[in-house]
């Protein structure tokens, strides 16, 4: 059984920064594409970014520059590191896991969820 959870999560200012972490157990997060999304109220989950099984890391066009994704294979954790936060950034963020080969862009295509965490960020 695969669990993924996410923590890091909190209140910051525009501007500042958070790190997000995804523990996963019951599998190894390299043995699957890693995904962070974001649902904020009242619209649908977007991807934020992710990570593949050879390590390539790809973002959406909204953090590029600002959100940097790594992996840690021996704690068996993803992080987000998210700089330069604005308000538009406040979601509820999750981390996902794909068994495929490649990085789905789209929700659906993602095996396992964790239950997301809370960031906020404040004007």
């Known amino acids: 059984q695969v669990q993924l959870v996410e923590s890091g999560g909190g209140l910051v200012q525009t501007g500042g920064s958070l790190r997000l972490s995804c523990a996963a157990s019951?599998?190894?997060?390299?043995?699957?594409?890693m995904g962070w999304f974001r649902q904020a109220p009242g619209k649908e989950r977007e991807f934020v970014g992710g990570?593949?099984?050879?390590?390539?890391?790809y973002y959406a066009d909204s953090v590029k520059g600002r959100f940097t994704i790594s992996r840690d294979n021996a704690k068996n954790t993803i992080y987000l590191q998210m700089n330069n936060l604005k308000p538009e950034d406040t979601a509820v963020y999750y981390c996902?896991?794909?068994?495929?080969?490649?990085?789905?862009?789209?929700?659906?295509?993602?095996?396992?969820w964790g239950q997301g965490t809370q960031v906020t960020v404040s004007s």
């Open positions: 996902a896991g794909d068994r495929d080969y490649g990085l789905p862009v789209t929700a659906n295509e993602y095996d396992y």
């Open positions: 019951g599998r190894t997060v390299s043995s699957l594409g």
């Open positions: 990570i593949t099984k050879n390590e390539g890391t």
